[in-house]
DNA sequence: CCTTTTTTTATGGAATTGTTAAGATTTTGT
DNA sequence: ACAAAATCTTAACAATTCCATAAAAAAAGG
């Protein structure tokens, strides 16, 4: 489910999409004044935004040119009325991601904000990995066992992440240290399981998830 | 200090509130009742009402409108709770100058509510960002911890600027040059050290907030 | 029960960040 | 246009944190 935004000052326009939006468990908010709705989608994270061209005290042009010159991350669609052709075109000069014409049917504009969900997705990086009651964000660099925050050194970290990314999978210290540590690194491979040793002081103390394989190396269940 | 009318039903939030806002020297009026609570503020000079959506007797939005409608020249924030997005619309139809979600931090709301009294004597547009009590004005370019005007030179401010906007993400020293130096900057990377600790200096001698995230750069809670 | 491998602990040193100050650059005031 | 002031950058040193190594203790395997 998404954060979405809704730019519009005809109300009965933006209910309906918000109505429509949310039986797919959708957040939406709607805002009818564009300086408003500029404002909130610069200080809020969303996933989309659906942008009427023709609103009280900003237009949707100028807000799109804006949130793109700051760095938005967000989907933006364009609401146009039939007949202005040639907004549409400013629309995307100024880098809206797709527009729709109104007057548009709610499967449509379901369809092209899934297909924006999709791209976004599949464009950016995942910011979160969960395994098992532990949750990595990796965005803020922040651990958690349950709700607790667990404080992890940078490469107690990136060898969580890579734990988990090959979970199941059994690794050896050669191929963690090429991974983790480089290419060229030629230290001790011993350094591994004192890096393995202090991430389970912090998250798995009984040894429930990283097992050691004897004469290989470590591996997640 | 200023004038100020909780109207709230929820007895526990609105002592809560109230009991921070003394803290801060300012005069604070319960009404538990939608009626109550609009004759009050009809007939007594508030500077800032809080008002919450869903009240017996007269709720939230008939109280706005009809104060407007008067032109009660109090700030009206809205609280409102976290899943009526569609209230909140209506809302801001209705002549409220902010809102808050519930649930909201006890920093946050005293924030606004200083952001409203500040808007309130100088009458300028608001196009702020609010992070704790930290407000960043950004069309006069000032930042408040609490009540008091922290100067800022330039880079701090937008470094501050960029931080709120991103909070929670780690933030490398390179994501902030090139965001915030330009994209051919290629100068020392620890000139970013250099206006974090400024930052810091100025707004969080204690580190509550700004964290060095080791091996990669800084990040807001 | 002896060998091999892994776990655990301790420590010096390397790398990263904090802090300060001085020089360079830009902005402001006159 | 010039001088003064403010701000930004760089560099150097201090403080801190983290990592790699070594080495002892424990466990596993035969």
Redesign the pocket.
């Known amino acids: 489910m998404a954060k979405i935004l809704i730019i519009e000052d005809e109300i009965s326009i933006s209910k309906m999409i918000a109505y429509d939006l949310r039986q797919f468990a959708h957040e939406v908010t709607i805002e009818t004044d564009g300086l408003m709705g500029y404002k909130r989608a610069q200080n809020e994270p969303f996933d989309v935004i659906l942008l009427d061209l023709m609103l009280p005290s900003m237009n949707g042009i100028d807000i799109c040119k804006k949130l793109r010159a700051k760095d938005s991350s967000a989907y933006i669609i364009m609401l146009t009325a039939m007949d202005d052709e040639l907004h549409k075109l400013e629309g995307f000069d100024v880098g809206a991601d797709d527009y729709v014409t109104k007057p548009f049917s709610p499967r449509e504009l379901a369809a092209r904000i899934r297909a924006g969900l999709r791209r976004k997705t599949v464009k950016e990086e995942p910011n979160s990995m969960v395994y098992e009651d532990i949750t990595l964000d990796l965005s803020s660099h922040e651990v958690y066992r349950g709700d607790q925050l667990v404080?992890l050194?940078?490469?107690?970290f990136e060898l969580l992440e890579f734990l988990v990314k090959h979970k199941g999978q059994a690794l050896s210290r050669e191929q963690l240290l090429t991974k983790l540590?480089g290419y060229s690194y030629d230290?001790?491979t011993?350094?591994v399981?004192?890096?393995?040793?202090k991430l389970?002081?912090k998250l798995d103390p009984k040894?429930e998830f990283i097992k050691?394989?004897?004469?290989?190396?470590?591996k997640l269940l």
């Open positions: 404080p050194t940078l490469k107690e540590w230290g001790d011993r350094v399981d004192v890096h393995i040793f389970r002081d040894q050691t394989v004897r004469g290989i190396g470590y």
